[in-house]
């Protein structure tokens, strides 16, 4: 499997493939991650490059659900922003997606602090407006080794 930013022209092959592409092109230089096997888009990961930058919208094919494809679009993701400087990287996940909770617990992310955030009504997504009423959960992780009181990169 290979993780690549979606480059210009791409977009219609992974919207074919089955993968939607919620959110809409940014001027900061925000982007798509998209997991490919064999020439097939089978996952895609948008990398916010808000302060702190954010992983949203993470969506697998069902048929490639389970094998390793959102972990490893979140190790790019995480790649993306260490290797612009950044140390920690956040996500919202649904209170009631126990599956996605698991797998960022299972990578290191934990509660931010930040309280719960009620989403209720219409945004307008890509496709169009999507109805919305779900309350998230922030979580976030620490992108840099902790350092211990003598100065060593800790183990």
């Not at 480059?7 to 982007?31: C, I, M, N, Q, T």
């Not at 209720?120 to 922030?138: F, K, N």
Request: no cysteine; aromatic share 4%; glycine share 10%.
């Amino acid at each position: 499997m290979k993780i690549l930013p979606l480059s210009a022209g791409e977009a219609e092959h992974v919207v074919a493939a089955g993968l939607g592409l919620a959110r809409r092109p940014r001027d900061d230089g925000s982007f798509y991650l998209i997991a490919w096997e064999d020439g097939q888009p089978v996952g895609h990961a948008y990398l916010a490059l808000d302060d702190p930058p954010e992983l949203q919208d993470v969506e697998v094919l069902p048929t490639h659900r389970r094998r390793g494809v959102a972990s490893a679009l979140t190790q790019a993701a995480e790649d993306e922003v260490r290797a612009r400087g950044g140390a920690l990287l956040t996500v919202t996940v649904s209170v009631d997606n126990q599956a996605s909770q698991a797998l960022y617990r299972r990578l290191g992310y934990r509660d931010s602090g930040t309280p719960p955030r009620r989403v209720q009504g219409t945004v307008q997504i890509r496709s169009g407006p999507l109805e919305v009423d779900d309350t998230l959960l922030t979580w976030q992780k620490e992108l840099r080794e902790p350092v211990d009181s003598g100065g060593a990169r800790s183990s």
